[in-house]
Nanobody
Framework: QVQFVESGGDLVQPGGSLRLSCAAS????????IGWFRQAPGKEREGVSC????????FYVRSVKGRFTISRDNAANTVYLQMNNLKPEDTAVYYC??????????????????WGQGTQVTVSA
């Protein structure tokens, strides 16, 4: 059974940092595009970042570019999202998923496979 498990969310102050992890079981992440999404209360889920399974290229939406960094450790079968200089508007539940195209994630696509339960990120003073 395929399972993605997100972790690393927490309550942080504005300007703080967190590193989220997306660990897969029953599925090998290597070679697949993996996206990070988030859903804030009362809002639709939105794509945040994506890492290509073919060449390792990374993609970001404009609101997080320069602050977030996506990476992968194929040996650990895990994808990470390093989030720096967090802002209150980053508050959301963050999810990872296998996606068909990274550009679709950045363009606002919400489709993916193997959604986990998400991890809560709260940015507040």
């Amino acid at each position: 059974q395929v399972q993605f498990v997100e972790s690393g969310g927490d309550l942080v102050q504005p300007g703080g940092s967190l590193r989220l992890s997306c660990a897969a079981s029953g599925f090998t992440l290597a070679g697949y595009h993996i996206g990070w999404f988030r859903q804030a209360p009362g809002k639709e889920r939105e794509g945040v970042s994506c890492i290509s399974g073919s060449d390792g290229n990374d993609f970001y939406v404009r609101s997080v570019k320069g602050r977030f960094t996506i990476s992968r450790d194929n040996a650990a079968n895990t994808v990470y999202l390093q989030m720096n200089n967090l802002k209150p508007e980053d508050t959301a539940v963050y999810y990872c998923a296998k996606v068909a195209r990274c550009l679709a994630v950045i363009a606002g696509g919400r489709n993916g496979e193997f959604w986990g339960q998400g991890t809560q990120v709260t940015v507040s003073a």
